[in-house]
């Protein structure tokens, strides 16, 4: 945190509730509950939109390839670590992994770790209280991490925290949920992963949403409710109102315990409607031009070459974002390292425009105030555009650039949409400069 937004936070606790600062502008946000994630050079924010499934063991792979295209599902929940872990994973290795979203599927991290220790029913003996609750959700948090990046989960990905139903008449145990959330979610903010929670609607869900503004607590960037009413519906719910994790931020388990067929094949399944941040995992493709490709530190050949690839050699991509023209296209492709490609040069679908098959370059931050317009162009003269960004949804940054000055910084961030909002407002590694790994804006 930089010694300006201590100072605002000192300024704020203060005042109370001191609504302006700095010639009539909002205060950015404190540490909590809006954390910034560090990311990795080599990440981006994948997002899934679409209808999901689990299964306590992940399936196989002649299982996913039978229901694509057969089943209504893209989603697939994969439980990849946790002490309270129930089922055995025979299939689920980094190449189950690489070759499951070769297939087309979007994955959806689940670590099921210490439980409350007031959670209803004596399974999953593993629990935390008050006492040790930081301490767990730290472990489970650097865990959690250490085994998604051994599957080949990326920096970017959500990671969900499981959390089973609890009672929340007992006032400890709510706190203890509240400590162990927010030790997880800085944790793995820390190491370049987004943090989500999975809670049932009357317990987790209710007591995360009540602390939505709280700065006692860092907020998770994604939740994933249980209700089994049969509703899919992600708005609407009944202890969090749509203000809260409102963009790209909600998952809801709607059906439990049955089994459906596809394909001719049946599996037992909980039914799930995803529109919230997923796994991350690179696509492997090779350089096509007949000269060593020079990989670069920016999406243009004006940045420094940092690596040489020979023709036919292999590229780890993990995301696309527009820069400098090249041959057909404006593409450049992210690798695993941090460099930049021109796409023009590398074996995806398309060397004209985007591929569908991979996402978009996007490093997101919570938006730190109520209500945040997005202009035009970056600068506060510029004439605002869409709906105005709630406090606490993800900002989908794909780039930033110089623009007028807000309160401490003059960068402005530029989202998915051609919109762009001041970055003094969205929980990057910085409001004062620019924050890495974000690349300029062409």
Known sequence: MSATRTILRSLAAFGGSLAVLLGGLALPAAAEPETPVYYASGSTWTRADGLGFDTCTAPSLTQLAAWRGTSPYKVVNIYFG???????QPNLTRTWVRDAVVGGWKLLPTYFGYQPYCKFGASKPNRYTVANAIARGNADGADAVTQA?????????????????????DANCRKAVHMYVSAWTKTVHASGYLAGVYAHQDSGIRDL???????????????????????????NWPTAPNSHWPSYQRAKQYQGDHSETHGGVTMNIDSDNVKAPVATVARTYQVTSTD???????????????????PGATLFVVCQTTGQRVGTTSVWDRLTNGAWASDYYVSTPSNTGFSSTLPRCLYPGQVTVDSLNARTGPGASFP????????????????????????????????????????????????????APVPRCP
């Open 292 to 310: 060593p490709l020079n990989v670069r530190s920016g999406p243009a050949t004006s940045y420094a070459a940092v690596r040489t690839y020979a």
């Open 384 to 435: 605002t555009t869409g709906s105005p960004l709630r406090r606490g949804a993800l900002a989908p940054v794909m780039c930033q650039a110089s623009g007028s000055r807000v309160g401490t910084t003059s960068v402005w961030d530029k989202l998915y949409g051609n919109r762009w909002v001041s970055d003094y407002y969205v929980s990057n590694r910085s409001n004062t400069t620019w924050s």
């Open 149 to 169: 990046a051994a599957l080949g989960v990326r920096p970017g990905s959500g990671l969900y925290a499981d959390v089973e139903h609890y009672d929340r008449t």
């Open 82 to 88: 946790g002490n309270n872990r129930g089922c055995a």
């Open 209 to 235: 949403s009540d602390a939505y503004n709280w700065t006692t607590y860092a907020r998770p960037d994604a939740v994933w409710m249980a209700r089994w009413d049969g509703n899919p519906s992600l708005s």
